[in-house]
């Protein structure tokens, strides 16, 4: 079946960029989107990428996916402290893209 | 607006039990969907609604049961509870004209003993 896989930890300092990856499985994916979670709270759509498209940029986001190897990326620019949440990955498997399939998290922790 | 609002945001059941989760949404959005957080994971998919009277199964379907008699609202019944139901239950709703854009409820957090 269909599966989502991110790393689990990233560390990095204020003012640095931020690249978290992630790999999925269903190559029929219309949809793949990036969700925040902070502490005690849901999850907060951040952006998503149609399937046809390789990038998609907003303001500090880069969303970067290479359909060939299923491979998935978010990069935040001048990350700073307040970037410090928990970002998942996720993969359409129907077509209205409301049914999805959720990485189990990639935990960004800012130092300043 | 108040978006998607769930209730309770806590629960503590005893095995066997059974409750409903609430989930109301305030934007007239057609789609509906209930998910579970568990530690270490990301979210599950457990039923998800495509209108008023329309539901369907998604991943983790079992012990759970939904209906949608309304646009607005898509409560979630455990039947009889299990420990195994402990998680954090997440509703979110989409527009007919953006379905893959999903707005989150702050989630319920269910333990059961």
């Known amino acids: 079946g269909e599966d989502v896989e991110q790393s689990l930890f990233l560390s990095v300092r204020e003012g640095d960029s931020s690249v978290i990856n992630c790999t999925y499985t269903?190559?029929?994916?219309?949809?793949l989107y990036w969700y925040k979670q902070e502490p005690g709270a849901g999850l907060q759509l951040l952006t998503y990428?149609?399937?046809?498209?390789d990038m998609k940029q907003d303001q500090r986001l880069t969303v970067l996916l290479n359909k060939k190897d299923k491979h998935l990326s978010l990069r935040i620019a001048d990350t700073q402290t307040g970037d410090s949440a928990i970002y998942f990955c996720?993969?359409?498997?129907?077509?209205?893209?409301?049914?999805?399939?959720f990485g189990k998290g990639t935990t960004l922790s800012v130092s300043s | 607006n108040a978006g998607v609002t769930q209730t309770p945001k806590f629960q503590v059941l005893k095995t066997g039990q059974s409750m409903t989760l609430q989930c109301a949404q305030d934007?007239?959005?057609?789609?509906m969907s209930w998910y579970r957080q568990d530690p270490g994971m990301g979210l599950r998919l457990i039923h998800y609604?495509?209108?008023?009277?329309?539901?369907d199964q998604g991943e983790v379907p079992n012990g759970y049961n939904v209906s949608r008699s309304t646009t607005e609202d898509f409560p979630l019944r455990l039947l009889s509870a299990a420990p195994s139901q402990t998680s954090v239950y997440f509703c979110?709703?989409?527009?007919?004209?953006?379905?893959?854009?999903?707005?989150f409820g702050a989630g319920t957090r269910l333990s059961v003993l």
């Open positions: 996720a993969e359409s498997y129907n077509q209205a893209g409301t049914a999805l399939i």
């Open positions: 609604s495509v209108g008023a009277g329309i539901t």
């Open positions: 269903d190559s029929s994916s219309t949809y």
């Open positions: 990428i149609f399937s046809n498209m």
């Open positions: 934007m007239n959005h057609e789609y």
């Open positions: 979110a709703s989409s527009p007919a004209l953006a379905k893959n854009i999903q707005y």
